[in-house]
């Protein structure tokens, strides 16, 4: 996968941005439970300056990297603790953070309350 979309992208990387952003989405939605630095993306997926990149990410979606990484990985995160069974440690893992207790602060943060409480509020 990771090949073709390299080809893809030699051909049209300089002559479409919009394909490029599409790629790079798609490449977070099936990664999003990796460690996926916009760096590696840039330098060893695309192979492309990272610089360039995120500039075309942010002007196309009106949202920086790192910012949509988190917020696919926090969407993962609410369908899997809706499903309820996955631990709230699996549940971090799966949806791409190392660290249980930093993902409980940014889940926090992000959705206004611990991912226990939006467990229990959101039970199928």
């Given at each position: 996968?990771i090949q073709i979309l390299c ?100 889940f926090k943060k992000e959705v ?13």
């Amino acid at each position: 996968l990771i090949q073709i979309l390299c080809m893809e992208m030699k051909k049209e990387k300089e002559s479409n941005p919009d394909k490029l952003v599409r790629v790079m989405t798609e490449y977070i939605h099936q990664n999003y439970n990796k460690e996926i630095s916009l760096k590696d993306l840039a330098e060893n997926v695309l192979f492309m300056n990272h610089t360039y990149l995120s500039h075309i990410f942010a002007e196309k979606t009106g949202s920086c990297y790192s910012a949509y990484l988190k917020q696919v990985r926090m969407e993962k995160a609410k369908e899997f603790l809706k499903k309820d069974t996955l631990s709230i440690t699996d549940v971090a893992i799966s949806s791409g953070y190392n660290d249980c207790s930093q993902f409980i602060r940014s889940f926090k943060k992000e959705v206004g309350m611990t991912p226990k409480k939006f467990r229990e509020r959101h039970k199928t």
